[in-house]
């Protein structure tokens, strides 16, 4: 990440996400390229979330979702990143308690079949909580 970064700062101004895609080309050899997914796919995924905030929304908005639940409601959330997948599990974790219940010790994740199906299915992670009590 920081040999990305410094790459992104050397090349600025960047005017268009062909100049961010070929900044981070230049800052990652070619024998590290992931091999199922673009080389930059991880720093347009970075920057989406901390432009967006999204782990800050998601925090806030999973307990407020859950406040809305009636008894024996359930809210599932898929997340695709670990990030995510993080916020989701200490927010259900806190919320764990007399008044909700996680559904699942572990998330489910996508069957092989799936993945086949639909290859953008292969980070997905679905946790659920359940209101049990008012």
């Not at 900044?23 to 989406?48: E, G, I, M, Y």
């Not at 432009?51 to 925090?59: F, H, M, P, S, T």
């Not at 979702?65 to 599932?76: E, K, Y």
Request: glycine content about 6%.
């Amino acid at each position: 990440a920081r040999r990305i970064a410094g790459r992104i700062v050397r090349r600025r101004p960047l005017r268009t996400t062909d100049d961010l895609v070929a900044a981070v080309r230049a800052a990652v050899p070619r024998a590290r390229w992931p091999r199922r997914t673009h080389v930059a796919t991880k720093t347009f995924q970075a920057l989406r979330i901390a432009v967006n905030d999204e782990l800050g929304a998601l925090a806030q908005a999973l307990p407020r979702a859950a406040a809305l639940l009636a008894v024996g409601g359930r809210c599932g959330v898929i997340s695709f990143h670990s990030g995510e997948d993080r916020v989701v599990k200490r927010t259900f974790r806190a919320l764990a308690s007399e008044a909700y219940a996680e559904l699942m010790p572990a998330p489910l994740a996508p069957g092989a079949d799936e993945v086949r199906a639909n290859p953008r299915a292969r980070s997905a992670r679905l946790r659920v909580l359940e209101r049990i009590s008012s």
